[in-house]
């Protein structure tokens, strides 16, 4: 079902041209006037996520103020230096991560804006960060203590196990949670189709113990969600009941399950680390594993996985596999 269904759910915006300047609210609640950049065209030409569109907002916005302190009024008005300046010295205090992550808002628009053609600041790009950052994902006996405090007789818990079911067994990240529509999960193939990161369409699957608290959750969802509202998850409780999960909603909520359950920081990304991790420990080829989380190449695999140990391994050894009746150990009588 959900594979046949794929093109039907990516979005579908048309490119509409709408005209300079673009305003957008500042932190004193006045208007913005761009300087060089239409982002507002842009965007609209664009199925970018909330979040994502907020984010580009804020790093090109700073970058065109900077532009206008340069005296910069026309995009090819551009100087091979401005960008690296921009981020390197007046921005030398961001993080590598914030630093690369102002040069992607600004760069994917001036490859946008110029097509084919030459972009002479984008010769430059920050260097990665080489300090290693540890990346979480819950071993089997957290995952047991995480859904040992979970409510299976209440609305909210049936959906919390449903929901964190569905992320160990898919990878699934928090916003492609959030946006996941009920009529695109198959119960009976378990299949679902979601838009994912990068705004197309992929499925996943998931296991008939998923299949099945999803549904126990369905029957509690029908008597929740308000009209209109068609994603899987909806809030239960709270200022939103019945109404779309957000993406801080979820991130409330695995906050607090860390500090039920004595994992500690628990973060929704961390799932999909999980998925990765545990998955390789039981057995699941690598190729594998990138094709059920949907990552476009094997390092992203191994980058998900670094919460491996070595004493993983132990279960592989060729010795614990060689047949015990071509080799007998040999007595101390």
Known sequence: MPKNNINKITPEIECVIKPNPL?????????KVFNVFDLDKYINCHTFADETIDKYRRYICYFDTYLATLGRVDINDIQPSDLRNWIQVE????SPRTKRIAYISVKLYLKWFFGNGEVPCLDW?????????????????????????????TAKGVRDIAMI??????GLRVSEVCRLKAKDVDLITGELAVVIKGNHAETAVFSELTANRIKNWMA????????????????????TPGKTM???????????LGVLSGIGKFAPHDLR??????????????????????????SMVELYTQDLQLTAFKVYLPMKHIASETYKEPTTE
């Open 91 to 94: 921005h030398a205090s961001w």
């Open 220 to 239: 509690y969802r029908k008597k929740i969600v308000k009209p209109n509202v068609v994603e899987l998850f909806v809030g239960v409780g709270g200022l």
């Open 246 to 256: 957000t993406r801080n909603g979820i991130k409330k909520i695995f906050r607090d």
């Open 165 to 170: 079911s569905l992320m160990l067994d898919t």
């Open 125 to 153: 790009k920050p260097p990665r960060s080489t300090a290693y950052r540890k990346r979480r994902s819950l071993n089997e006996q957290q995952v047991s203590s995480l859904f040992s405090i979970l409510n299976g007789n």
């Open 273 to 298: 680390r999980t998925f990765a991790t545990l998955s390789i420990m039981h057995g699941a080829p690598t190729r594998l594993v990138q094709i059920g989380g949907r990552w476009k190449s094997i």
């Open 23 to 31: 305003y957008i609210k500042n932190n004193d609640n006045n208007l």
